[in-house]
């Protein structure tokens, strides 16, 4: 597989020796811990082409990823999933129509529809709780006939716990209503590349965004919007150009082009063997320690079986040096990737076999996720004149911005919502003390 933009990155190195152009580090060593990176971040100079008119050696990559995930169409995003969310659903859904949505949506999904005046429809399943929303197709079934008007259907998987839809149940229910089924697979771009193939695109998605820098050696920012649909295709850099920075960053760019090479050559492989190592730990730290079902990179401990909180397993872990992606009261989620060894594996299970563990089934505090009451446009709420309050004193106001911690990034009360007492309660659980509301 070709890597156009990283040869021609290099030799663009390798033969100017004055850059009369942007960025101002002009690509000169500095004493600085990244100096090795700058001679490489370059601009839309003569031959690099540029990423929303990509008519060159930023197509060429993009095509072979499109092969790769087995899509109609795949463009990279430099601002993460984030850029990606605000361009599928802008290619999908006019402004101001409705849209159906599984309610564990990230706040760039709420910003984005704030920009858009959207109307959405919240969708949960059964057991529901912030993080993870279990819908069903069932459930989406039920909101298609109701909201005959919707445009789209939107829904989050994996979660944060790496809990998984029914991603083909769920795109048939959306084929049958001839609705888009949209994909917010941040967390899922290794799903393409499993024994079996779980990745949206190859399920029935219309569209989806992977961050490719979650679980792929991609850096920080590069992400992939897959299109299976044709009709979404030819306008989806325009909808891109109208939300992301003038500026992308091409060490991002040649970060994604140089993950393709990988692609093709090294991660199935190296998933097959992340697919044994991780369930020979499972097995090895089980019943010690138990874990939630779901994505093969994430490994979601239970902590609060084994008596501790999942804060106080990732301060354990962190005092090993072993740092997570995110902890709350019940559960610790450790993130894995294609590129961690035995060595890590191992270095994990010597950490978690060493715990103390106090053996008592904490209390699982579990707050019902209830929807609050609508009670304004996402849009007019995001943008009204707010005021900052503590969470207790909240009760009857209306939420201005999205209340939410990062990570998870998933809003418990999306700016419109009338704040309840069930919210506060769970506001209170996710150590959200202060919020946002209208004046
Ligand atoms: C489910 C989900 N969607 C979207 C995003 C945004 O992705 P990015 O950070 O690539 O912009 C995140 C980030 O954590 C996420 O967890």
């Not at 992977?210 to 306008?235: F, W």
Request: charged fraction near 25%.
């Amino acid at each position: 597989m070709t890597t156009p933009i990283v040869d021609f990155v290099e030799k663009y190195d390798e033969t100017i020796s004055l850059r009369l152009h942007m960025p101002g580090h002009k690509g000169k060593c500095f004493i600085s811990p990244v100096a090795a990176v700058h001679s490489l971040d370059i601009t839309e100079v003569c031959g690099a082409d540029s990423l929303y008119e990509a008519d060159g050696i930023i197509k060429e990559s993009e095509e072979n990823a499109a092969e790769l995930f087995k899509a109609h169409k795949t463009i990279y995003s430099t601002g993460g999933s984030t850029l990606g969310i605000q361009t599928m659903v802008s290619a999908a859904v006019p402004v101001g129509a409705k849209i159906i949505a599984a309610r564990n949506a990230h706040r760039a999904f709420v910003n984005t529809c704030a920009l858009l005046d959207l109307d959405v429809v919240w969708v949960t399943g059964e057991n529901a709780d912030v993080i993870s929303s279990n819908v069903t197709a069932k459930d989406i079934e039920n909101a298609l006939c109701k909201e005959k008007d919707a445009y789209a259907v939107y829904i989050t998987t994996p979660d944060y716990y790496g809990r998984m839809c029914n991603v083909k149940a769920i795109s048939e229910v959306c084929k049958k209503h001839n609705v888009p089924l949209l994909v917010d697979n941040a967390h899922g771009a290794h799903l393409a590349f499993l024994r079996e193939n779980l990745h949206p695109i190859s399920l029935g998605a219309d569209i989806c965004c992977d961050s490719a820098h979650k679980t792929l050696p991609v850096l920080t920012g590069g992400a992939y919007i897959h299109i299976a649909n044709e009709k979404y295709a030819e306008r989806i850099k325009e909808k891109q150009s109208v939300f992301g920075s003038s500026s992308p960053s091409y060490l991002t760019l040649c970060s994604l082009d140089y993950c393709n090479f990988f692609l093709e050559n090294s991660v199935k492989e190296a998933l097959c063997e992340t697919e044994k190592k991780m369930s020979a730990l499972k097995e090895r730290l089980s019943p010690a320690w138990q874990f939630v079902d779901g994505d093969v990179l994430h490994l979601t401990v239970e902590s609060y079986k084994s008596g501790l909180s999942g804060y106080d397993l990732a301060d354990r872990l962190r005092e090993r040096g072993i740092e997570c992606e995110y902890a709350d009261d019940l559960y610790t989620v450790m993130l894995f990737s294609p590129i961690d060894n035995d060595e890590d594996f191992e270095k994990l299970c010597a950490a978690m076999e060493n715990i103390p563990q106090p053996r008592i089934l904490l209390y699982k505090d579990e707050i019902p996720f209830i929807l609050p009451e609508k009670a304004m446009s996402i849009r007019s709420a995001t943008f009204s004149e707010s005021e900052k309050i503590p969470v207790e004193k909240a009760e009857g106001r209306i939420c201005s911005l999205n209340a939410v911690h990062c990570p998870p990034c998933v809003p418990v009360v999306v700016a419109g919502e009338k704040i309840d007492k069930n919210s506060i309660n769970i506001l209170k659980k996710y150590g959200i003390f202060e919020i946002n509301v209208v004046k």
